[in-house]
């Protein structure tokens, strides 16, 4: 993969919902998510957030900071079968989301057999168990995707210290 370009990416997060809240990694996982839909904002990339079956899941928890996304519903595991998944024309997506092993790994497996690059940032996905997000990374990475974290994505993603965006984005992450 080349590096990340803020023309020819898109921020996906999937299913950051209530009923994951338990999850040893819930918290850092959903920090980081806000961190980078918040970035992807402000550099102006596309964005979309999932929700998987949010009548049993819950809502995507407040900590994501949605503002102005709507959560798009989904009853398949991988974000790119839902109806209405669109990246507006993104080569590249940069994937967050919960759980590694399942929804977010069935998107990044869909989304580079379609032909995408993808970036999923370690520290921003998770799973109730360890070894499920570790093998899931482990097998990702052998598919072709890159894995990165929040802080070497957003850098990539400005490119230069001279980014307008510079100072604000770095405030996201010191």
């Known amino acids: 993969m080349t590096l990340l370009d803020r023309d020819r990416a898109a921020m996906v997060v999937v299913d950051v919902q209530e009923a994951f809240r338990a ?3 819930f918290a850092g996982v959903a920090a980081n998510a806000a961190k980078l839909l918040s970035a992807a904002r402000m550099l102006g990339l596309p964005r979309v957030v999932t929700e998987q079956y949010p009548k049993g899941l819950g809502p995507t928890a407040p900590e ?44 990044a497996l869909d989304l580079l ?26 097998r990702l990475e052998r598919e072709g995707a890159v894995v990165s974290t929040v802080e070497a994505v957003l850098f990539e993603l400005l ?4 980014a307008p965006e510079f100072k604000a984005v770095q405030g996201l992450i010191i």
């Open 159 to 162: 490119g230069s210290a001279q």
């Open 64 to 107: 994501v900071g949605l503002t102005d996304d709507v959560p798009l519903t989904k009853v398949a595991f991988s974000a790119a079968r839902a109806d209405g998944f669109d990246l507006h024309g993104a080569s590249q997506v940069v994937l967050a989301g919960i759980e590694t092993h399942v929804c977010v790994a069935q998107t």
């Open 23 to 25: 999850y040893t990694s």
């Open 113 to 138: 057999a379609e032909g995408t690059q993808v970036c999923v940032v370690a520290d921003a996905v998770g799973s109730r168990h360890q070894p499920d997000h570790d093998r899931a990374l482990d």
